[in-house]
C-alpha cells in the first residue's frame, strides 16, 4: 500500500509560479513512477506529467511543456510539479499518482487506468 499527499496547492495570478509536492509513505517508493493529472470543474481528468522511477524519463502534455517541470527525490520520498507561467485554464485540482514498475512508456504514462495510487488531490487556481 501506497499513501500519497499532495500539497502546495493555492490561488495565483497569471503569470504566476507553484510548486506542487508529492510526500508518499509506504511501500518502496523507489519502485513507483509517479504521475500528475489535473481535474477542472465540469471536465474530465486529464494527465498533465509523469516521471520514470529513476526520473531518467519524462513525458509532458502539450499544453504544460516548457512550462511545468516534474522532477523526484526518491531519498525524500516526494515528487514536485513546478508551475511556471501559469495560466487560467490551468485552473483545477491537481492529483499526484503512482504505478508500480520500473518501466514507463508515453502510452503509460498518460493513461490514468495503468496508476495505483492516488493522492486526495490539491487545488490550484489562477486568477486573470
Known amino acids: 500500500q501506497v499513501q500519497l499527499v499532495e500539497s502546495g496547492g493555492g490561488l495565483v495570478q497569471a503569470g504566476g509560479s507553484l510548486r506542487l509536492s508529492c510526500a508518499a509513505s509506504?511501500?518502496?517508493?523507489?519502485?513507483?513512477?509517479m504521475g500528475w493529472f489535473r481535474q477542472a470543474p465540469g471536465k474530465e481528468r486529464e494527465f498533465v506529467t509523469a516521471?520514470?522511477?529513476?526520473?531518467?524519463?519524462?513525458y509532458y502534455a502539450d499544453s504544460v511543456k516548457g512550462r511545468f517541470t516534474i522532477s523526484r527525490d526518491n531519498a525524500k520520498n516526494t515528487v514536485y510539479l513546478q508551475m511556471n507561467s501559469l495560466k487560467p485554464e490551468d485552473t483545477a485540482v491537481y492529483y499526484c499518482?503512482?504505478?508500480?514498475?520500473?518501466?514507463?512508456?508515453?502510452?503509460?504514462?498518460?493513461?490514468?487506468?495503468?496508476?495505483?495510487?492516488w493522492g486526495q488531490g490539491t487545488q490550484v487556481t489562477v486568477s486573470s
Open positions: 516521471i520514470s522511477w529513476r526520473g531518467g524519463r519524462t
Open positions: 499518482a503512482a504505478r508500480l514498475g520500473v518501466g514507463l512508456t508515453a502510452a503509460q504514462a498518460m493513461d490514468s487506468g495503468t496508476y495505483d495510487y
Open positions: 509506504g511501500r518502496t517508493f523507489s519502485s513507483y513512477a
